[in-house]
C-alpha cells in the first residue's frame, strides 16, 4: 500500500460517505485517482465493507437485544489449529464477532439474541457442545459505553460548581 493508498484510508475509517470530489479534494489527487485506489483497495480486500453506525441504545430493533461476550476453551485439532473449530462457530447466525485469544481462554465470541433464554439456550445447545470445546464462560452484556473508538454513552456531567474555602 502506497501513501495515497493510506491517507485516503484515513478519511474513509472516519467517514466512508466521502465523494470521489471531497477525497481527491483533500488529498490534492485527481478524482480517477482516488476511484482507481478506492478500487484497488475493494479488490484486494483491504476495504471489505461500507456500514453505517448505530447507537445500539438509541435503535428500537437493536436496544432490546441480548448481548453476550462467550469465553470458549477449546482442543486445538490436529493439522487445523484453532481455524477448524473457528470456522464452524462464526456460521450461526447469533455469532456476531469471533477472536482468537491469548491468556486463560482460547476463543472470544460475541453473540446476539432476542432474550436471556435465547442466548443461554444457544450457548448450552449449539457452542458448548461442539466437539472439541472444553469449556465456556457467558458474560451479558449490559450496557455499551463505548466501542470501536465510538463513544455511544452520554456521560452526566456535574455542572455545579466547586466551592473552595
Same mark, same amino acid.
Given at each position: 500500500?502506497?501513501? +495515497?493508498? @493510506?491517507?485516503?484510508?484515513?478519511?474513509? $475509517?472516519?467517514?466512508?460517505?466521502?465523494?470521489?470530489?471531497?477525497?481527491?479534494? !483533500?488529498?490534492?489527487?485527481? #478524482?480517477?485517482?482516488?476511484? #482507481? *485506489?478506492? $478500487?484497488?483497495?475493494?479488490?484486494? /480486500?483491504?476495504?471489505?465493507?461500507?456500514? %453505517?453506525?448505530?447507537?445500539?441504545?438509541?435503535?428500537?430493533?437493536?436496544?432490546?437485544?441480548?448481548? #453476550?461476550?462467550?469465553?470458549?476453551?477449546?482442543?486445538?485439532?490436529? @493439522? +487445523?489449529?484453532?481455524? #477448524?473449530?473457528?470456522?464452524?462457530?462464526? $456460521?450461526?447466525?447469533?455469532?456476531?464477532?469471533?477472536?482468537? !485469544?491469548? /491468556?486463560?481462554?482460547?476463543?472470544?465470541?460475541? *453473540?446476539? /439474541?432476542?432474550?436471556?433464554? @435465547? &442466548? %443461554?439456550?444457544?450457548?448450552?445447545?449449539?457452542?458448548?457442545?461442539?466437539?472439541?470445546?472444553?469449556?465456556?464462560?457467558? +458474560?451479558?452484556?449490559?450496557?455499551?459505553?463505548?466501542?470501536?473508538? *465510538?463513544?455511544? %454513552?452520554?456521560?452526566?456531567?456535574?455542572? $455545579?460548581?466547586? &466551592?473552595?474555602?
Amino acid at each position: 500500500m502506497n501513501e +495515497h493508498s @493510506e491517507e485516503i484510508l484515513a478519511l474513509l $475509517r472516519e467517514n466512508a460517505r466521502l465523494s470521489i470530489n471531497d477525497i481527491a479534494a !483533500m488529498t490534492k489527487l485527481e #478524482a480517477a485517482d482516488v476511484q #482507481a *485506489i478506492i $478500487r484497488q483497495l475493494e479488490d484486494s /480486500g483491504v476495504i471489505v465493507k461500507y456500514s %453505517a453506525i448505530v447507537n445500539p441504545e438509541k435503535d428500537e430493533e437493536s436496544k432490546d437485544k441480548v448481548r #453476550a461476550e462467550i469465553e470458549i476453551q477449546v482442543t486445538p485439532q490436529r @493439522e +487445523h489449529g484453532f481455524d #477448524a473449530i473457528a470456522d464452524r462457530i462464526w $456460521r450461526f447466525p447469533q455469532v456476531k464477532s469471533l477472536y482468537l !485469544m491469548s /491468556g486463560g481462554y482460547d476463543l472470544k465470541v460475541i *453473540i446476539e /439474541g432476542d432474550n436471556l433464554k @435465547e &442466548v %443461554a439456550f444457544f450457548v448450552s445447545s449449539k457452542l458448548s457442545t461442539l466437539e472439541g470445546v472444553r469449556s465456556t464462560k457467558t +458474560h451479558f452484556i449490559l450496557k455499551t459505553y463505548k466501542e470501536n473508538d *465510538i463513544v455511544y %454513552a452520554e456521560m452526566a456531567r456535574d455542572r $455545579r460548581e466547586g &466551592v473552595t474555602a
